[in-house]
């Protein structure tokens, strides 16, 4: 007798922690206030899905080594690199475009790391002339 | 073992004895003097020299400042002239202590502020006003020791710009000027960091022009043309025909050799030294030794044409205006 009392209180305690962890606890339940559908007035064909083209700002690439020295030289936060190669036989030279907050057009430069030194394009032969030790191979100043 | 330990000490010994007791402008080094003036003017001058850095700051940017000066000023019965350093980009004196040890030596006093961004000149104007306040402390070793009446400037790369431009903004109280490798206009960075045309033609007071064979990408003796002054020549021509002016190249110096401790040292290419200081040491400290101390054999050096500054044969590209 006691081992069937024994045995149905044990069916009832692992019902109730059965119900109490299948029970849907913080689930919030809308009331159903049926569905209703709004459709416009004239039936125009619906339009294929377009995703939502949200302004998406670039991933920020992480700066080398050369093109923080070139902007800490420029001493401008708004300044701009591009297309930055430094050479690989001088890897003190580095060479690309640069624009800055007073001179907002993109120009050559050519870096002189070694020498903490930067040209800019100013559109002469002389320029031509510094651009020249971009290229490998060329004497280093 | 120890007998060639010691062998070889002594010949060590010997040979700094040999060192120092020979001229070095009898040993063979790269732009040795030829004439007296550059000659005398090449060796270290009388003085033993002393150098001190200010407490505290001596500029508005917080830098603080480095003076060399000949050890023995207190007990001197002369104001000494005074010289106004700027560094190139990125440096401190401490890259220039044999030029500017060699300048103290002579008989000034030169005072450098730490500042590594000096084109502007205002932070050299900065380490002059420290002078004038030292000067009038009673507690300083400057205490009525200097001579503002004659006070010069000088300095390399951005730090050539640097003088200039504390030269030309100094209402006429530093006279002279001794640039070294002014870079082009088109190394400007930024863009007003630099001497600007503007302020060198309206400009007042006399400037040497120094740059190196070697360092024609960034102060080449000549450009092919453009607005811009782009070269030595260029900042030559626009200088006022007002001020007494030269410009020479030391052959084969490159933009570094300023740097010189006295030679580059055996990792001279890491800090692009080829030649050293050597050659730098005598026509400029005869320049400002004319212009502040008023030596006039020094100055007839330079005379256009015939002076010993034109014979010289360390040097090229080399023109002058004084009479």
Known sequence: MVRTYCIVAILVVAAAVAGFFAWPRSAPVAADAGAVVVRPAD???TPAPVPMVEPVAPAPQPRSAVETA?????????????????????PQIACGEKRTARDPVFRRFVWLGHLKMLAT????????????????????? | MTRL??????????????????????????????????????ANGSYATTTTRSAAACDSKGNQCDVFYPSNIASLNV????????????????NYTNWLKHLASWGFVVVATRDQQTGYGNTVLDSLAYMRAEEASPSSPFYHRID??????????QG???AANAMFH?????TTTVTFELPNQNWCNPADNCLLTPTLTGGSGSIFYVSGTADSLIAPDTQSGGTQLNSQTAYYNATPGTMLKAKGLLKGANHNDITGTPGCGVLGFLKACANGVYGYMGFPTAWLAWQLKGDAVAGAAFKNGTGEFFTANAWTGRVSNIP
């Open chain 1, 43 to 45: 039936a125009a064909p």
């Open chain 1, 70 to 90: 070139i902007l800490a030289s420029m001493e401008d936060p708004r300044a701009e690199l591009r297309d930055v190669v430094v050479r690989r036989d001088a």
């Open chain 1, 121 to 141: 394009d100013d559109g002469t032969k002389d320029f031509a002339n510094i651009a020249a030790v971009c290229r490998e191979g060329q004497p280093v100043p």
């Open chain 2, 5 to 42: 330990s010691r062998a070889i000490c002594t010949m060590l010994v010997s040979a700094t004895a040999l060192a120092a007791v020979l001229p070095a402008s009898a040993q063979s080094v790269p732009n040795a003097p030829t004439g007296p003036v550059e000659t005398q003017y090449y």
């Open chain 2, 79 to 94: 104001r000494l002239p005074l010289v106004v350093w700027a560094n190139g980009t990125g440096s401190t004196p401490d």
């Open chain 2, 148 to 157: 503002f009446a004659h006070v010069g400037a000088a300095g390399h790369s």
């Open chain 2, 160 to 162: 050539a710009s640097g």
């Open chain 2, 170 to 174: 100094s209402s006429g109280a530093i």
